[in-house]
């Protein structure tokens, strides 16, 4: 018998290892010839292993290169070979069946891999539109476990609504031209989009809403749907006669990032002129979801607050940004007819001061920053988030809201400047000066409403006033980022948007480890690293010790 | 099965007799408690520790462990000359190869097994996602299980232990970087298909993020059944080549 001792390498070694390269080598060029149906770079380099495999097994051990093919080897070989290569096909044939079947439990105690019943809800939902909905998903070859993992939360929106929102995903490499529409956002990682689909089973690009695809997969993608939804259903119309801020505008001046913002969200926005209206006497459109009213600097003459007031009564929303302004006859100066109209509607006007806030402010104590924010509504809910100074809003030279005590609809504020701040009542020595200073029975002190909000209940009309028109002009909408916050929440609100797309987060029972102090660090980190290795060393020199005794 | 039980208890009883046995034990502890410790130290007021972060580590490791644990099993048998005695002993092909695979296993399972200490002490901590951990724990075993399989074949296509170890540690690091195929395989369906082979491409997406995929136990489970049927093929190939 002829053994090999210590580490030496035989003939009978190399040409073992030269037979398995063979195997492999000419087994994955054929797979590689079946799959692709040409023969590629990686087939040719198979096959070349494969062959010279051959070869090295050939030359170290020619006899059983030779018995391989012939006589009784071969036909045993042949045996193995095919009751092997029968198994494989019966556990391939296991393997599909149990992949078509898709079976998976959820095992994370917060259920993260399973519809809640608001998702389910907003899906019932779904399956009542006309049109149906795909999932479409950019995937590099690269990102194929994000794909895998990401596959099994969309798998379980097909399942919930029967197949009727569908899953594609594309690989932007390969379908360059594909990915072009989508090019703005898959830049910035945004990779997944929900999108009606067309007669011809087509996307809708027109309708194509992205999803934020982080840790919370099912509130994105809930949300995204929702959205989609609803796209289309609301209409925000922006006043244009009154000399407000031009929505379509796109320098510092203008409103165009508001605008489209709105529009990215699925709202359909339009421009609207009170005056028109009043000259071809007609009325505020029926499918008006809210009137923006953004900076006006002309007051609106009887007959437009009449159209007004007939568009509230019948469940209107008006969001109304009012500037302070130096000139005699401001938009909503106090003791003005609007002003007025706004205060016995709804319980609350602006009033002629400018808020000095030496607490909360920005560059100076004209430029407030929300030192308080009340979110009994969606309004404030985003603004002033812990730890996120951008989100707070920030006005310059804003004027005061008065709310009433005794509103004749339910009202409230959702931005309070600080308690040291007042309202400087004279706006003149601010404007030619840029002196202020609290005087005690002249000037109201802080803290003063700067955003108001009213809803009558009975009739759905709503209004949020502002007491400044600058935050939205493309120059401050974006920085900070609670100014565009405080319109789009607004927005939301006022026309129900916001509750159509409202989706609870998700309450997770796993919370990250806190604990005190390093010593118990310090302690777990001796026992695991240490004792627990230790131990097991110890009971094998004890077991060996035993053994080498005997 | 009584054949099987014997080689079983023959099998563990040379593991827990070996002086190699602890240290890879030691070593496996070792590089889990470094890598548990650091988790901890991560995760302080930040996020819940990782449920799966010993089964995710255990997927490279059993890379390395696996041939390591396997090499001896019937590589040595063969070279000692052993083997013979055993295939001319009333004992089937079958009973041999199953009966070391399970003590293989069983002696992983005792490893990782120790691992759950590091849950308990978690729990002393922090509410820990118990379902998560036992669910990727359940994988990990399976993965345990495919990759110890592997090693076997090559430790009965071979006398040489260090031989058996390089051929199966290749042939796992194979089927364990198959999940990144994509990075350098263009076209995305071979990559999905060398992806839908690999090891890892059933744990990453699945067991390790907490679900439990059919498809993924039938992958497992189906890559022991063919690993094992080809050990067994190879060591009755002893008989007539």
């Given at each position: 018998?002829?053994?090999?001792?210590?580490?030496?390498i035989?003939?009978d070694?190399?040409?073992?290892?030269?037979?398995?390269?063979?195997?492999i080598?000419?087994?994955?060029?054929?797979?590689?010839?079946?799959?692709?149906g040409?023969?590629?770079?990686?087939?040719?380099?198979a096959?070349?292993?494969?062959?010279?495999?051959?070869?090295?097994?050939?030359?170290?051990?020619?006899?059983?290169?030779?018995?391989f093919?012939t006589?009784?080897?071969?036909?045993?070989?042949?045996?193995?070979?095919?009751?092997?290569?029968?198994?494989?096909?019966?556990?391939?044939?296991?393997?599909?069946i149990a992949?078509?079947?898709s079976?998976?439990?959820?095992?994370?105690?917060?259920?993260?891999?399973?519809?809640?019943?608001?998702?389910?809800?907003?899906?019932?939902?779904a399956?009542?539109?006309?049109?149906?909905?795909?999932?479409?998903?950019?995937?590099?070859?690269d990102?194929?476990?994000?794909?895998?993992?990401?596959?099994?939360?969309?798998q379980?929106?097909?399942?919930?609504?029967?197949?009727?929102?569908?899953?594609?995903?594309?690989?932007?490499?390969?379908?360059p031209?594909?990915?072009?529409?989508?090019?703005?956002?898959?830049?910035?990682?945004v990779?997944?989009?929900v999108?009606?689909?067309n007669?011809d089973?087509?996307?809708?690009p027109?309708?194509?809403?992205?999803?934020?695809n982080?840790?919370?997969?099912?509130?994105?993608?809930?949300?995204?749907?929702?959205?989609?939804?609803?796209?289309g259903?609301?209409?925000?119309?922006?006043?244009?006669?009154?000399d407000?801020i031009?929505?379509?505008?796109?320098?510092?001046?203008?409103?165009?990032?508001?605008?489209?913002?709105?529009r990215?969200?699925?709202?359909?926005?339009e421009?609207?002129?009170?005056?028109?209206l009043?000259?071809?006497?007609?009325?505020?459109?029926?499918?008006?979801?809210?009137?923006?009213?953004?900076?006006p600097?002309?007051?609106?003459t009887?007959?437009?607050?009449?159209m007004?007031d007939?568009y509230?009564?019948?469940g209107?929303?008006l969001?109304?940004?009012?500037d302070?302004?130096?000139?005699p006859?401001n938009?909503?100066?106090?003791?003005?007819a609007?002003?007025?109209?706004?205060w016995?509607?709804?319980?609350?006007?602006?009033?002629?001061?400018v808020?000095?806030?030496?607490?909360?402010?920005?560059?100076?104590?004209?430029?407030?920053?929300?030192?308080?924010v009340?979110?009994?509504?969606?309004?404030?809910?985003?603004?002033?988030?812990?730890?996120?100074?951008?989100?707070?809003?920030?006005?310059?030279?804003?004027?005061?809201?008065?709310?009433?005590?005794?509103?004749?609809?339910?009202?409230?504020?959702?931005?309070?400047?600080?308690?040291?701040s007042?309202?400087?009542?004279?706006?003149a020595?601010?404007?030619?000066?840029?002196?202020?200073?609290?005087?005690?029975?002249?000037?109201?002190?802080?803290?003063?409403?700067?955003?108001g909000?009213?809803?009558?209940?009975?009739?759905?009309?709503?209004?949020?006033l502002?007491?400044?028109g600058?935050?939205?002009?493309?120059?401050?909408?974006?920085?900070?980022q609670?100014n565009n916050?405080?319109?789009?929440?607004?927005?939301?609100?006022?026309?129900?948007?916001?509750q159509?797309?409202?989706?609870?987060?998700?309450i997770?029972?796993?919370?990250?480890?806190?604990?005190?102090?390093?010593d118990?660090?310090?302690?777990i980190?001796?026992v695991?690293?240490?004792?627990?290795?230790?131990?097991?060393?110890?009971?094998?020199?004890?077991?060996?010790?035993r053994?080498f005794?005997? | 099965?009584?054949?099987i039980?014997?080689i079983?208890?023959?099998?563990?009883?040379?593991?827990?007799?070996?002086?190699?046995?602890?240290?890879?034990?030691?070593?496996?502890l070792?590089?889990?408690?470094?890598?548990?410790?650091?988790?901890?130290?991560?995760a302080?007021?930040?996020?819940p520790?990782?449920?799966?972060?010993?089964?995710?580590?255990?997927?490279?490791?059993?890379?390395?462990?696996?041939?390591?644990?396997?090499m001896?099993?019937?590589?040595?048998?063969?070279?000692?000359?052993?083997?013979?005695?055993?295939?001319?002993?009333?004992?089937?092909?079958?009973s041999?190869?199953?009966?070391?695979?399970?003590?293989?296993w069983?002696?992983?399972?005792?490893?990782?097994?120790?691992?759950?200490?590091?849950?308990?002490?978690?729990?002393?901590?922090?509410?820990?996602?118990?379902?998560?951990?036992?669910?990727?724990?359940?994988?990990?075993?399976?993965?345990?299980?495919?990759t110890?399989?592997?090693?076997l074949v090559?430790?009965?296509?071979t006398?040489?232990?260090?031989?058996?170890?390089?051929?199966?540690?290749?042939?796992?690091?194979?089927?364990?970087?198959?999940?990144?195929?994509?990075?350098?395989?263009?076209?995305?369906?071979?990559?999905?298909?060398?992806?839908?082979?690999?090891l890892?491409?059933h744990?990453?997406?699945?067991?390790?993020?907490g679900?439990?995929?059919?498809?993924?136990?039938?992958?497992?489970?189906?890559?022991?059944?063919?690993?094992l049927?080809?050990?067994?093929?190879?060591?009755?190939?002893?008989?007539?080549?």
């Open positions: 018998m002829n053994r090999s001792k210590g580490l030496s035989t003939r070694h190399l040409a073992q290892i030269g037979s398995i390269f063979a195997g080598g000419l087994l994955l060029g054929a797979l590689g010839v079946v799959w692709q040409n023969i590629t770079l990686f087939i040719s380099v096959f070349g292993v494969g062959i010279l495999g051959m070869v090295v097994w050939a030359f170290f051990a020619p006899q059983a290169f030779k018995g093919f006589g009784r080897q071969a036909q045993k070989g042949t045996v193995s070979l095919f009751s092997t290569l029968l198994l494989i096909g019966i556990v391939s044939l296991a393997y599909i992949r078509r079947e079976l998976a439990v959820d095992m994370t105690v917060d259920s993260r891999f399973t519809l809640d019943e608001q998702s389910l809800s907003i899906l019932q939902g399956t009542r539109s006309i049109r149906p909905i795909r999932i479409t998903g950019f995937y590099t070859p990102q194929l476990v994000q794909r895998e993992v990401d596959d099994q939360y969309w379980l929106y097909s399942n919930a609504t029967n197949g009727f929102i569908s899953r594609e995903y594309i690989n932007p490499n390969a379908q031209a594909v990915a072009i529409p989508y090019e703005e956002y898959l830049q910035f990682g990779n997944v989009f999108s009606f689909l007669p089973g087509t996307i809708d027109t309708s194509t809403v992205p999803v934020n982080n840790n919370s997969q099912e509130r994105n993608m809930t949300e995204a749907i929702a959205r989609l939804l609803v796209a259903t609301f209409k925000v119309y922006f006043e244009r006669s009154l407000t031009n929505p379509i505008e796109n320098n510092q001046q203008g409103m165009s990032f508001l605008n489209n913002t709105l990215t969200n699925g709202l359909i926005t421009p609207l002129s009170l005056a028109d009043v000259q071809q006497g007609d009325e505020i459109p029926q499918d008006a979801s809210a009137l923006i009213i953004a900076r600097l002309r007051q609106p009887d007959a437009e607050i009449a007004i007939r509230i009564k019948r209107g929303a969001f109304i940004a009012g302070f302004s130096p000139i006859d938009f909503m100066a106090e003791g003005s609007f002003n007025e109209y706004i016995q509607t709804f319980g609350l006007r602006l009033l002629d001061a808020v000095v806030d030496p607490a909360s402010s920005g560059q100076s104590a004209l430029d407030v920053l929300s030192a308080a009340f979110s009994e509504n969606s309004i404030g809910a985003n603004i002033n988030q812990q730890n996120k100074p951008e989100t707070a809003t920030l006005f310059r030279l804003a004027r005061p809201v008065e709310v009433s005590a005794t509103p004749p609809v339910t009202n409230g504020s959702v931005i309070l400047s600080s308690p040291l007042w309202a400087e009542r004279d706006t020595r601010v404007i030619e000066r840029n002196e202020y200073r609290a005087e005690e029975g002249i000037d109201t002190a802080g803290p003063l409403t700067l955003v909000w009213a809803n009558n209940q009975a009739t759905g009309a709503k209004v949020i502002v007491g400044d600058e935050f939205m002009t493309n120059g401050l909408s974006q920085n900070p609670g916050i405080l319109f789009l929440d607004g927005v939301g609100w006022l026309t129900g948007f916001s159509s797309i409202e989706f609870t987060p998700q997770f029972v796993t919370s990250p480890l806190i604990f005190v102090g390093g118990l660090l310090d302690t980190g001796f695991v690293v240490i004792v627990m290795p230790a131990i097991m060393l110890l009971v094998g020199f004890i077991v060996s010790l053994r005794r005997r | 099965m009584r054949t039980w014997l079983f208890q023959r099998e563990m009883a040379s593991y827990f007799m070996s002086p190699l046995a602890y240290l890879i034990g030691a070593g496996f070792v590089l889990t408690g470094i890598t548990f410790n650091n988790d901890i130290a991560f302080i007021t930040v996020r520790v990782d449920p799966a972060l010993i089964p995710n580590l255990l997927t490279l490791l059993m890379v390395l462990f696996a041939p390591l644990l396997t001896r099993l019937l590589a040595e048998e063969a070279r000692e000359g052993t083997l013979e005695l055993l295939l001319t002993s009333p004992i089937s092909d079958f041999v190869v199953i009966g070391k695979f399970l003590s293989a069983a002696y992983f399972t005792f490893l990782l097994l120790i691992t759950l200490a590091y849950q308990v002490i978690l729990a002393q901590l922090t509410t820990p996602d118990l379902a998560h951990v036992a669910g990727s724990y359940l994988g990990i075993w399976l993965y345990g299980g495919a110890l399989a592997v090693g090559f430790s009965a296509l006398d040489s232990q260090l031989l058996s170890a390089f051929l199966s540690m290749i042939a796992l690091f194979i089927l364990y970087f198959g999940e990144s195929v994509g990075e350098v395989v263009g076209n995305i369906d071979v990559a999905q298909l060398i992806f839908n082979l690999s890892q491409g744990f990453a997406p699945s067991f390790a993020v679900i439990l995929r059919l498809e993924d136990v039938v992958y497992y489970v189906g890559l022991m059944v063919v690993m049927f080809i050990a067994i093929r190879l060591l009755e190939s002893r008989r007539w080549r």
